[in-house]
């Protein structure tokens, strides 16, 4: 230990209890033994006494639980220290207000320059200005550009793309290839439904194997919706791409190809983003059914060595991509919904992991039957991610079949603590074996950030606890494996929550692929839920709004985006009691310079309200929650009307 840090843990063991957890309080706001001793010791009384009065104007580090430290302590690569924000630096990097909020002399004139949201909860006029998004993270300081920002392809082939070739939607192929380097880059290191290396090749090579123009005009559609994050122009041809896209996937429907899987995920994906829920789940389970009828996964492990022996040696790697990329996203899909019905396959991937060294039930298999050990190579853009990303699925699609296939046998309730502690530490297991490119730095990678914030790790453990949130029997629910005495699935929930919260705003305020991506999403969601289900939580507005606005910033693109925001905000109006005219604001934000879709039916059937899922998922839909807000925002304005003429 170094002499300040020896000085600081002396003092803790020495004063009384009550000072000592001021002291570590104070330690965990600076991170800093020697200002921790410098402002203890008082060397300058109106030093100290600054810094404590800036200290309360921090969002602050919750009063952690006994196993949240033991979390940080034994498990840090899930559960990094905690650090302290405060509620100004969020407003500076406008996460607590309107992202495109102008720099005019109109919103000097409105005081919209102050904060929107100070202590009293008083919201001023908005006026928003039509820069695009990207421009206004620049703005705030350094950031992890986008690719296109940084004025090159991910692949130089691309730069040889004749994209008339492959579809007849009229779109520049210099432009196509900008949407396409910005998907490989942002999105593929996390879905991985194809070999990127391949897949280039035959597409400036206008060869058939590994690439098709049903597959093209597929990730155009999802590639146009994330492209129009900095430019708007990309939204003429969307939905271009989406009707070409589903008339050619009507003529494929004759035979069954991997490539038509690659296909089916990648509309799955962009029908969720243009708000077609209906169609979502239906492009789902036809790749799943096509990959079980091609034996790539949900079958007899012998049954499908006898189809892989046919699958020529060259097609491989390619198959390892799609069979795991679709198994990754159905079982995500499900977590996601959470509604019977969903498309899952019942075992995993008989192929071996993209980049794994082989476990010994996922080794390659060459045609006469011999096991083969070399990895899969990946593309140089993906890393590691993409294989990480499938043993954590791997570990968690028992618990996918156990909580949202109506097919398979449900937990006893008594056995359920059980299973989910189980689960629990095979992923904290998982992450704290996570090669070091993979654990959240300050330069991490932004799919690396993502992996860690968005969907996967603490949003599948918040599913995996939130079930058990609403038992009444605490002398049961403690778990089991842990020597925290307060370790209860409350208190597990809790921790991560508190760290998707850190991850959000990381991810908002320092990388651009935030506003182009909706793989991120699901945490802006988890952590709304969190917040506005905790009737502790006194920075609840805060959260709340850092995460409405995350959606505002990508309403513009992805249409769903702004239904989601409506949904939340009706359930602050339930829950919160917020204002009805501040709730109103707040939805003409999102609704502001959107994509004239406003009058276009919207769907959006995945769960809204993640606790009353339980009990009543119908009504916890997005789609429901949002289509009630207006009749939240009556209610409440009667009740308030009736309240004052009791007055």
């Known amino acids: 230990m170094r002499e300040d840090d020896a000085e600081v843990l002396e003092l803790l063991q020495s004063i009384p209890e009550q000072r000592a957890i001021d002291i570590l309080r104070l330690f965990r706001t600076t991170g800093d033994s020697a200002k921790v001793l410098y402002l203890v010791k008082g060397s300058v009384d109106g ?34 220290q905690l650090r302290r924000v405060s509620v100004s630096e969020l407003e500076e990097r406008n996460l607590l207000r309107p992202f495109n909020l102008a720099r005019t002399q109109v919103a000097e004139e409105t005081n919209a320059s102050e904060s929107l949201f100070p202590k009293e909860y008083t919201m001023g006029t908005i006026r928003v200005d039509v820069d695009a998004a990207a421009a206004c993270i620049r703005a705030q300081g350094p950031a992890q550009q986008l690719p296109e920002r940084r004025g090159k392809l991910c692949d130089e082939r691309l730069n040889w793309l004749d994209i008339g070739f492959w579809t007849k939607v009229p779109i520049p192929s210099d432009y196509a290839a900008k949407i396409i380097s910005l998907y490989i880059e942002i999105d593929h290191p996390l879905l991985g439904t194809f070999d990127p290396n ?10 058939y194997t590994f690439c098709s123009s049903l597959m093209v005009n597929a990730l155009l ?69 096509i990959g079980t ?148 730095t300050d330069d991490s990678p932004h799919h690396v950030i993502t992996f860690h914030s968005s969907m996967w790790i603490h949003s599948v453990i918040l599913d995996l606890f939130r079930p058990l949130l609403d038992r009444q029997d605490p002398e049961h629910m403690r778990l089991k494996t842990f020597s925290a005495p307060d370790s209860s699935p409350t208190a597990a929930y809790i921790a991560s929550v508190n760290q998707l919260k850190q991850l959000i705003i990381q991810f908002r305020s320092k990388y651009e692929s935030s506003i182009c991506t909706m793989l991120w999403h699901t945490a802006l969601m988890y952590v709304a839920n969190a917040v506005l289900q905790d009737t502790d939580d006194s920075q609840w507005l805060e959260y709340l709004l850092l995460c409405i606005y995350g959606y505002e910033t990508l309403r513009r693109h992805f249409r769903v985006a702004e239904t989601i925001g409506r949904g939340l905000l009706t359930m602050a109006l339930r829950n919160k009691n917020i204002n009805s005219e501040d709730a109103c604001n707040i939805l003409g934000c999102l609704q502001e310079q959107g994509l004239g879709h406003a009058n276009e039916g919207i769907r959006a059937t995945f769960m809204g309200d993640l606790q009353l899922a339980h009990s009543n998922p119908e009504a916890a839909t997005m789609e429901r929650l949002a289509s009630n807000f207006h009749d939240m925002v009556l209610f409440q304005d009667f009740i308030h009307s009736d309240s004052e003429d009791m007055v």
């Open 47 to 80: 030093e100290r006494d600054r810094f404590l009065q800036d200290a309360t104007r921090t969002m602050p580090t919750p009063d952690l639980t006994t196993l949240e430290l033991e979390l940080m302590s034994k498990n840090s690569v899930a559960y990094p």
């Open 198 to 207: 391949l897949f280039v090749s035959d597409l400036v090579g206008y060869q």
């Open 221 to 289: 559609y999802w590639g146009c919706q994330m492209y129009t994050a900095t430019d708007q122009d990309a939204n003429q041809y969307t939905d271009q791409f989406g009707v070409e896209a589903e008339r050619l996937w009507d003529a494929e429907m004759e035979h069954d190809s991997p490539l038509d899987m690659v296909s089916a995920q990648l509309l799955s994906l962009a029908f969720m983003g243009r708000g077609k829920d209906h169609k979502v789940l239906h492009f789902l389970a036809a790749a799943v059914q």
């Open 293 to 440: 009828r091609l034996g790539l996964f949900g079958v007899d492990e012998d049954i499908a060595k006898q189809l892989l022996q046919t699958l020529p040696e060259s097609l491989r790697s390619a198959s390892s991509f799609i069979a795991w990329g679709i198994f990754n996203w159905a079982v995500l899909v499900s977590f996601f919904y959470k509604q019977p019905g969903v498309e899952i396959p019942k075992q995993p991937p008989t192929l071996p992991i993209p980049g794994d060294s082989g476990a010994e039930d996922h080794q390659d298999l060459h045609s006469d039957g011999a096991v083969s050990d070399e990895p899969i190579a990946l593309h140089s853009l993906m890393g590691v991610t993409f294989s990480k990303i499938c043993e954590f699925w791997r570990i968690v699609h028992e618990v996918s079949l156990a909580n949202y296939d109506h097919q398979a046998p449900t937990i006893h309730k008594q056995l359920r603590l059980d299973f989910t502690e189980n689960k629990y530490r095979e992923i904290l297991a998982w992450a704290e074996n996570l090669p070091p490119q993979l654990v959240c």
